[in-house]
């Protein structure tokens, strides 16, 4: 903009205003006012503007500045515009605002469609959550429309589905998840089933979770005691079978609705101490220091792995990996490229006494043991990663996931670990024996002891340092007349009957139960006696059928050391080591010498 034709602009601006002599002849004062003459672009004068001393001029000059302003490119007329903004008062500011505030509105969600752009105007509404879908829904007709085209109540229903376990099991309990993932093509109900469908399960997640704070449940046993059978060490189950392994050296496999036998598998010399199955195999851990693979389906023996000396306290598959522990004080790693070709990778080496019980992921192996040390090694390596310190007596019990370390021990506590630093971030108190199992989620933990009870914790207040102690034990079931072996829970699931589609399941119509815990207990003496399962239900009113268990996780958690071995000498760092499957047997049988020796 040429400097003459802005000066030129800005004298228009300037209007000398006199003021009247007064009655006491006092001195005349020149008052020099800005006044805004650039043109009104709304339709009509600001209210309460500044009263303007000639019309006819007014008209004249605003002309002239829109003739000038029209002349200029659009970067001229932005500074033009910023200078002239600058040079007015706040009382100015304020009107231009209240009147550049609607201009600068657009609603997108209808003008996307207009032009072509529906598919852009859906996917910004589908980040919206519920609160704000149901807000979204009430602002016009058109915006009611893009959300039910789009079907966003079915996506949102699906993000949660994805990204939350207990939707996940509710989707697969009510069997409404054979509606999700689906694309437009194919039949799916409408938008408006998917609408009605979301506080339905809000309302069920609700009740889940009283449910668990209150401790509402109904109990079912299996009584495993018999000529032969007698006690059970380690169970897991799902929604049809429940598969146990017993003191008596064999598997039992169960109807979960009728709770009948239906097939015993036999092969092991000694007591079945862990177990965990998927859907093509079981393996199995016993006191014969074997471990055999079966087919899940026939229950015939498929591989038979030979290589701990002592009993095999605990095992954990996953991906193709599997790794063992055992009272010999090592961890041996396999890989499992089919049910038949399982060979050892590795064997762990560094703990002082019995190891209770392993966990791993894709990043860490994690391994408890009587020595009262929890060690963490590399899974892609196999190399020793750092020990967890704090325990006072062994550590019976271990579960990992994500950075969340959880332990039992027979000092009586419940420690919380964060295990790419070692801290120890709680210790939960409140078992009065030994803690024997535990099992943790997204919320909340839950322990069994040798006490005979089984505590539900808050795992969230536990991890805030602020929540006193005495809130984090939300509730304590006392339903074992003996020590409490091994539990699993499992907060999906507890509806016995599926949900009819379209048509969503009320109270009348099914159960969603606040979870489902399965445990094992002993008697005094330590034997294990009965298969306990211990269910929620809604109400304790309720008048429909107590439910069937079910189980969450496929991973086992079971130790069976002799209690002496719970608090072995202090750890030795030095004798931490990852050794060859050759070099170990040569380890062994010098061992086995020097023993023989002593002797």
Same mark, same amino acid.
């Given at each position: ?272 101490? %862990? !177990? +965990? /199955? ?6 199995? @851990? $016993? &006191? *014969?220091?074997?471990?055999?693979? =079966? #087919? ?100 019976? %019990? !271990? +579960? /990992? ?6 332990? @039992? $021990? &027979? *000092?009586?506590?419940?420690?919380? =670990? #964060? ?181």
């Amino acid at each position: 903009m040429e400097p003459e034709m802005e000066d030129k602009t800005l004298e228009l601006m300037n209007i000398s205003v006199m003021d009247s002599q007064t009655a006491d002849r006092s001195p005349k004062i020149t008052v020099i006012k800005p006044t805004f003459i650039c043109p009104q672009v709304s339709n009509g004068p600001l209210t309460g503007s500044r009263k303007r001393p000639s019309e006819g001029n007014y008209e004249k000059e605003k002309d002239v500045c829109i003739q000038l302003f029209d002349q200029w490119s659009e970067a001229d007329q932005v500074e033009f515009v910023e200078h002239l903004i600058s040079r007015m008062c706040h009382y100015q500011h304020g009107h231009i605002n209240s009147y550049l505030k609607p201009m600068l509105q657009r609603d997108f969600i209808t003008a996307l469609p207009a032009q072509g752009l529906d598919h852009i105007a859906e996917n910004i509404l589908s980040f919206l959550d519920a609160r704000s879908l149901c807000s979204a829904e009430l602002v016009c007709k058109e915006w009611q429309r893009v959300i039910s085209e789009g079907m966003l109540w079915k996506k949102l229903i699906e993000r949660m589905v994805r990204t939350d376990p207990l939707w996940k099991g509710l989707s697969e309990r009510h069997q409404w998840e054979k509606y999700l993932f689906k694309n437009r093509t194919t039949e799916v109900p409408p938008n408006s089933y998917y609408r009605s469908l979301y506080p339905k399960i809000i309302q069920d997640i609700e009740t889940i979770e009283a449910n668990w704070r209150c401790g509402r449940h109904n109990l079912q046993r299996i009584q495993c005691r018999s000529e032969n059978s007698k006690g059970v060490y380690c169970l897991q189950y799902d929604d049809e079978k429940i598969i146990s392994g017993l003191r008596d050296n064999s598997i039992k496999i169960w109807d979960k609705q009728t709770l009948e036998c239906l097939k015993i598998l036999t092969g092991h010399t000694g007591s079945v101490l %862990c !177990l +965990q /199955y998927d859907e093509r195999v079981i393996v199995t @851990g $016993s &006191s *014969d220091s074997t471990v055999r693979v =079966w #087919d899940v389906n026939s229950g015939e023996v498929l591989n038979t792995l030979i290589h701990h000396n002592e009993a095999v306290l605990h095992l954990r598959f996953c991906n193709g990996l599997m790794v063992t522990c055992s009272k010999d004080r090592s961890i041996a790693v396999w890989d499992m490229a089919s049910p038949t070709d399982i060979s050892l990778r590795r064997v762990l080496v560094g703990h002082r006494a019995a190891v209770n019980v392993v966990d791993f992921d894709d990043k860490y192996i994690v391994s408890a043991s009587g020595d009262r040390t929890i060690k963490v090694w590399s899974t892609s390596t196999c190399e020793f990663v750092r020990t967890l310190n704090g325990h006072k007596r062994g550590i019976a %019990c !271990l +579960q /990992y996931r994500d950075r969340l370390v959880v332990s @039992g $021990s &027979s *000092d009586n506590t419940i420690r919380l =670990w #964060d295990i790419e630093c070692g801290a120890c971030l709680r210790v939960l108190e409140g078992h009065e024996e030994l803690v024997r199992c535990i099992r943790f989620d997204n919320k909340r933990i839950v322990s069994g002891a040798y006490d005979g009870k089984i505590k539900v914790w808050d795992l969230q207040a536990a991890l805030d340092p602020r929540a006193p102690a005495s809130t984090l034990c939300l509730r304590t079931l006392v339903e074992h007349s003996g020590r409490v072996f091994r539990l699993q829970f499992d907060e999906r699931k507890g509806d016995r009957r599926p949900a009819r589609i379209p048509i969503y399941p009320d109270s009348r119509e099914a159960l969603v139960a606040c979870g489902v815990c399965a445990s094992v207990c002993g008697d005094c003496s330590g034997d294990p006696v009965s298969v306990e399962v211990c269910q929620d239900q809604r109400s304790r009113n309720a008048t429909t059928t107590p439910l069937p268990f079910t189980l969450l996780s496929p991973s086992v958690r079971f130790i069976s050391p002799p209690l002496q071995s719970f608090g072995g000498p202090p750890h030795d760092t030095n004798r931490v080591s990852s050794l060859s499957p050759s070099l170990w047997r040569r380890r062994r049988r010098k061992d086995g010498e020097s023993d023989a020796i002593k002797q």
